[in-house]
Nanobody, 123 residues
């Protein structure tokens, strides 16, 4: 499995960013896809997940209402639209995948991880 995240950058509080993740070497439509993040000095945490068909999506409480996850199975890609960014959103964002169950991405450790993309939000 290969997961290539992109789209990170430096923005000011209140601005938006859209992260993209291109997947390869997997049957993309069979995988639940998600995003985790790791802030400076903290452990990795769940951000968002979308089911293999795109019908279900779940978010961490801290991003609910501001972030939207989506996927395009024709392009083997998953996206994270991040609006109204806050300094607390500053982190390395990781694209993740798991074919077992959505809950594994939310509560456990996803099977596959991409390299991270840095998001920095200044106040």
């Amino acid at each position: 499995v290969q997961l290539q995240a992109s789209g990170g950058g430096l923005v000011q509080a209140g601005e938006s960013l859209k992260l993209s993740c291109a997947a390869a070497r997997l049957t993309f439509k069979a995988f639940h896809m998600g995003w985790w993040r790791q802030a400076p000095g903290k452990g990795r945490e769940f951000v968002a997940v979308i089911s293999w068909g795109g019908a279900d999506a779940f978010y961490a409480e801290s991003v609910k209402g501001r972030f939207t996850i989506s996927r395009d199975n024709g392009k083997n890609s998953v996206y994270l639209q991040m609006n109204n960014l806050e300094p607390a959103d500053t982190a390395i964002y990781y694209c993740v995948a798991d074919e077992e169950k959505v809950g594994k991405i939310i509560w456990e450790r996803p099977a596959a991880w991409g390299q991270g993309t840095q998001v920095t939000v200044s106040s």
